[in-house]
């Protein structure tokens, strides 16, 4: 069993920065891919980035790669999310998830957080 806790979201202006962090409870945290997640008003969930157990590996969605940075300390059971140059469009409740390999597909998260807000005002 993983429980998640999100934090660090805000509001923030258009072309701005913020660091989201997750804690996992559990022994196990380091054998899980960690992934975010984000839902826009109105819309489905997406994929935003993931990690894999050990660190070395990350792929991230077309609409954040070279502005959003994923990593994670096994140490401190924690996942984060750098997201710099923030869009508009980037106005959503951020997801951190669990799951037993990386994927882009929601199905394959067993553990969610129950989210934190990012608004990004123009």
């Known amino acids: 069993q993983v429980q998640l806790v999100e934090s660090g979201g805000g509001l923030v202006l258009a072309g701005g920065s913020l660091r989201l962090s997750c804690a996992a409870s559990g022994r196990t945290f380091s054998s899980y891919a960690m992934a975010w997640f984000r839902q826009a008003p109105g819309k489905e969930r997406e994929f935003v980035a993931v990690?894999?157990?050990?660190?070395?590996?990350?792929r991230y969605s077309d609409s954040v790669k070279g502005r959003f940075t994923i990593s994670r300390d096994n140490a401190k059971n924690t996942v984060y999310l750098q997201a710099n140059s923030l869009k508009f469009e980037g106005t959503a409740v951020y997801y951190c998830?669990?799951?037993?390999?990386?994927?882009?597909?929601?199905?394959?998260?067993?553990?969610w957080g129950q989210g934190t807000q990012v608004t990004v005002s123009s």
């Open positions: 990690v894999s157990s050990s660190g070395g590996i990350k």
């Open positions: 998830a669990a799951g037993g390999s990386m994927s882009a597909d929601m199905k394959n998260y067993h553990y």
